[in-house]
């Protein structure tokens, strides 16, 4: 079964952007990250108009099938891993533990931390994320009643990456928050615990006898 947790942003990310710390509050007017804001929009927006303008360029489905898929993937690792932490400061993830059990969490940043968050570049955010998905389900619609069913398995594709980031940067937004400080600190300690036991059980063990080196005495 798996488990929801809530918890603040880390600010130790192992991803260093460098400027990300240092952003100066006079410069909120500005755009804080322009590259990344363009990346963004541009796997955005890429995916979407390869898919309407695809037949005037190619004639191949396979290669056109590809190309979108490609572009999704891209616009689905981004926004999850990069755009989502740069832009609004939340981000969520997902891992397994030693029980085999999945744990999803939804981190946001909290306090003076959300202070670096630009406002112009979060706006730019929801408005891509919540409206690419909706984008998506008219040509849904549209590919369902037009009965294009080789078209139709590549939106629903679409649909399901682009509405897993926009319900777990909601679930990030909007989730009750939770009195831990990071799951991730809690699973590497209680790796380390486990390590730290095992090793002192096995030095206070006692030695097992040889009985080739013990001799008889009369």
Request: aromatic residues 14%; neutral net charge; hydrophobic residues 45%.
């Amino acid at each position: 079964m798996a488990s929801v947790r809530n918890v603040p942003l880390l600010e130790d990310d192992t991803l260093d952007f460098g400027e990300e710390d240092h952003i100066d509050a006079a410069k909120k007017g500005s755009f804080t990250h322009p590259y990344v804001t363009f990346i963004y929009l541009a796997f955005r927006g890429g995916s979407i108009a390869t898919y309407l303008l695809c037949g005037f360029f190619s004639n191949s489905f396979i290669a056109s099938f590809v190309f979108i898929v490609l572009l999704l993937s891209m616009d689905f690792w981004t926004v999850k891993n990069v755009t989502g932490r740069l832009m609004v400061g939340l981000r969520w993830w997902n891992y397994v533990d030693d029980n085999g059990q999945s744990h999803w969490v939804f981190e946001s940043r909290k306090g003076q931390s959300q202070n670096r968050v630009n406002d112009k570049e979060a706006t730019i955010f929801w408005l891509a994320l919540v409206a690419t998905p909706v984008i998506w389900g008219i040509l849904f619609v549209a590919a369902l009643f037009s009965f294009s069913l080789k078209w139709l398995l590549l939106v629903i594709i679409a649909l399901t990456l682009t509405g897993a980031n926009l319900y777990g940067y909601l679930k990030c937004k909007f989730g009750s928050s939770e009195s831990i400080t990071s799951v991730t600190s809690d699973f590497l300690k209680k790796q380390v615990m486990q390590n730290a036991v095992s090793m002192m059980a096995s030095q206070a063990s006692p030695p097992t006898a040889n009985p080739m080196n013990s001799t008889n005495t009369v």
